[in-house]
């Protein structure tokens, strides 16, 4: 699977978007851009994922560069609640998933 | 549906003690996973399972074994319990299906787990 580059943190206004960058220069044309999301002591949350189309859903929207080497999540009014750390993850789209998880970027939402 | 169950949510152990971390899911997934996770870190992956009576290692295997005798259930056994395997524990699972499978690992709560 290909290697991922998430900012450290990064901060938001509630009710701003917030618009979570992430690089994978040396993704394949095989794999898929995931992201999850982690709650404070929460079990990790699905968000979305995406070949090469932009994605959109009740959640966020996924926005894939056309070389597909970078992409975009974007929460397009944060509430405090989206406080979390934010996995962007890239892998095959095969039967099972044995994902990896960085350390994310850690988002913080503000009054 | 409850999801991912996961008992205990907290367990204190000793050196040397053994327990075993409970993992149930209702949702017929076929594939199942455990990772940990220290503090400040990602997820580590430990061990998964295809299905039932099928399971093999991840990155960090060691000092843990697993078993899948149904495809509800996935137990994570600590043998010989070290300082080193105080961290959360988190469970998984995705679905086989065709259609169904988008590659969404669901999560459970998580186990912390401190050995002193």
Redesign the interface.
Known sequence: DAKTTQPTSMDCAEGRAANLPCNHSTISGNE?V?W?RQIH??????II?GLKNNETNEMASLIITEDRKSSTLILPHATLRDTAVY?CIV?V????????????TMLLVSP | NAG?TQTPKFRILKIGQSMTLQCAQDMNH??M?W?RQDP??????IY?S?GAGITDK??VPNGYNVSRSTTEDFPLRLELAAPSQTS?Y?C?S?S?LAGA??????????SRLTVL
């Open positions: 898929y995931y999850y002591s929460q079990g990790p949350q699905y994922h996995y892998r789209f095969s039967g099972y998933s044995t994902l990896t998880f960085g350390k994310g | 991912v076929n594939y996973y990772y400040g870190m990602g997820l580590k992956l998964y295809v991840g990155e959360v988190f998984a995705s086989l499978n988008t590659g969404e690992l669901f999560f459970g709560e998580g």
